[in-house]
């Protein structure tokens, strides 16, 4: 996924040798790096990407809102509680109180750490075995990495998006779980629909993160190529790996979020006594219900939200964990030179 190193190396000693991204789409012969331990990358992309929840998990709570307002209801026909990225910021601290802009955040770290830590690590095999650098193989690596991920990290999505979209009766949009807590949260889940209730739109996740990784995976190394080619900065400069991030995340933005409203809708509609959704079966039947009752925009609600946390998210994730894989390669290269 990386390109040029953040720090200086010399061409026989870099583990960051030009990697085996794809420029221009033409496949590079440079060498492809050396593999991290797998449990050690996984570590990194984990911590990585819990980091930038932190600071962005405020902007997933307007995004879930934004996303649930007005479902299957055409434009105009329902009150607006959200308005907007800023003023829907403004209501949930004023209503929820400014704890309210946190909610979710421990599940939604234990989502992010085991989702990005799964599909950094897988993408990063797939980069060390050379599959990266085949034509279309960061976007193949990317996707199925993500899907990977995503399943794996589900259960925590379904309740991360069930605890966000709770709120006071005045301001509530969607379906309301009204559970007590995380550990309630999946407790219920599985003493009302069983193991398989945890992976419950788990059809919604998988393509909504196969997309968005391989958008993010394969824009980011490219981006980063081509910066480091031109030149602008010095070759030991985190700006590159910081102007490479910002081009992911804009990317993402456009790409994912009809995924991402389809997602958040599977995951937090209501079920039935035989436990299937009352309001959608499934991914394609979202798709057609949200089109035909809310049109082609509705699938775009949230974007500002998911456009504003997606690049600072990608932008500090990115960062993070080409920043310690490079301190991992430099710790790993001292020791050996020692």
């Known amino acids: 996924m990386t390109s040029t190193p953040l720090m200086k190396y010399t061409p026989k000693d870099s ?28 570590a990194l992309g984990a911590l990585a990407c819990c980091g930038a929840c932190i600071f962005t998990n405020p902007l997933e709570v307007v995004k879930t809102r934004l996303q649930l307002q007005g479902e299957l209801q055409a434009w105009g026909s329902y009150q607006r509680h959200y308005r907007g990225v800023l003023q829907a910021l403004w209501m949930v601290a004023r209503t929820d109180g400014i704890r309210g802009l946190q909610k979710g955040l421990s599940v939604g770290l234990m989502y992010q750490g085991l989702m990005n830590g799964v599909r950094l690590g897988a993408y990063s095999y797939c980069e060390a075995a050379g599959i990266t650098g085949v ?23 379904l309740v991360k998006t069930h605890l966000q979209a709770q709120t006071v009766e005045t301001i509530a949009v969607g379906h309301q779980h009204n559970h007590q807590g995380v550990s309630s949260a999946f407790a219920t889940i599985y003493r009302k629909e069983g193991i398989i209730g945890l992976w419950r739109g788990v059809n919604g996740a998988v393509p909504r ?3 968005g990784s391989a958008a993010q995976l394969a824009t980011f190394s490219s981006a980063k190529e081509w910066v480091s080619h031109a030149q602008w900065f010095s070759p030991n400069s985190w700006l590159i790996a910081l102007i490479a991030a910002m081009v992911s995340g804009i990317t993402v933005a456009i790409t994912m979020t009809p995924f991402d409203v389809i997602s958040t809708r599977l ?11 009352r309001l959608y079966s499934g991914f394609s039947d979202c798709f057609l219900k949200v089109c035909r009752a809310e049109g082609l925009l509705g ?11 997606l690049g600072p998210h990608t932008v500090l994730s990115m960062l993070f964990w080409d920043m310690m894989r490079h301190s991992t390669y430099q710790g790993d290269y001292t020791m050996g030179r020692s």
């Open 135 to 157: 034509r279309g193989g960061s976007l193949f690596s990317g996707a199925v990495a993500g899907a990977l991920g995503a399943f794996i990290a589900s259960p925590a999505y």
């Open 15 to 42: 583990a960051f040798k030009a990697p085996p991204g794809v420029s221009g789409g033409l496949v590079n012969s440079s060498p492809t790096p050396p593999a991290v331990w797998p449990p050690l990358d996984f």
């Open 299 to 309: 699938l775009y609600k949230g974007m500002g939200p998911v456009f504003i946390r």
């Open 267 to 277: 995951y937090n509609q209501p079920v039935d006594e035989l436990h299937r959704g």
């Open 209 to 211: 993160v196969m997309v």
